[in-house]
């Protein structure tokens, strides 16, 4: 991956590492994040907003949805993150054998998980490689619990058996980023049915 000293100080903004779910038809997915945020300081108006990657699955689903559900994970759970945010959902079903739930909209819910909050997209920002989804927190669980896997706590724990995939990832992530930098004039048209 590429960094420089900036970079580096804009890392600090990372949120929490989280497990994002989704589903289309009869297509579930998850994956992982660490740029969902709250985005109101009213629990009365409970949004949050979260920056997807348009070529990942989970963009596809989310789109045309409009719901995802976000979870808050604890630091037993590295494999979570390897099955879910190391490879992409159209070359396999991610989800089978995870313990879950079918939420308000049938959006998966993850039993194992800190906290967990079902979305329903309110609109979105265009950012050329990437949607911001603001999202309305439509129902909140708890889950077992646990200290919170952030993402200095994941850089820094990170198996050395998956360190080189992770830094691949990254850099192909950046080359994308950098060649679709240009804002798109799209709006959300809202869920399609399914
Ligand atoms: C720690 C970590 C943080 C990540 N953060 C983001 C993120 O903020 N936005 C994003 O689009 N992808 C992020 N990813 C990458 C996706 O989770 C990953 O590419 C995933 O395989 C996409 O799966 P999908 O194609 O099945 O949707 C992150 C991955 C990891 C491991």
Known sequence: MKTDPAYELLRLF????????SRWGDRT????????????ISPSVPRLTAQIHKWHFSHDLIWK?????????????????????????????????IQYQPGVAG???????????ELRVLNTMD?????????????????????LLTAPWFRANLPPEWQEAWLANYRKAQEVIEQHSTI???????PVPD
């Open 65 to 97: 949805s409009g719901r995802l559900c976000v979870h808050l994970l604890h630091q037993g759970q590295l494999s979570l993150v390897h099955r879910l945010g190391f490879s992409s959902g159209r070359d396999g079903d991610k989800l089978l054998g």
């Open 14 to 21: 990372a949120s929490p590492v989280v497990a994002i779910t």
């Open 107 to 117: 959006v998966p819910v993850l039993a194992d998980c800190i906290a967990a909050f």
């Open 127 to 147: 950012a050329g490689y990437a949607t911001h989804f603001l999202g309305h927190v439509e129902a909140v669980h708890s889950g077992p619990g646990g200290d």
């Open 29 to 40: 997915n998850g994956m992982i994040s660490d740029s969902v945020i709250r985005a109101s």
């Open 184 to 190: 798109e004039d799209r709006r959300w048209p809202g």
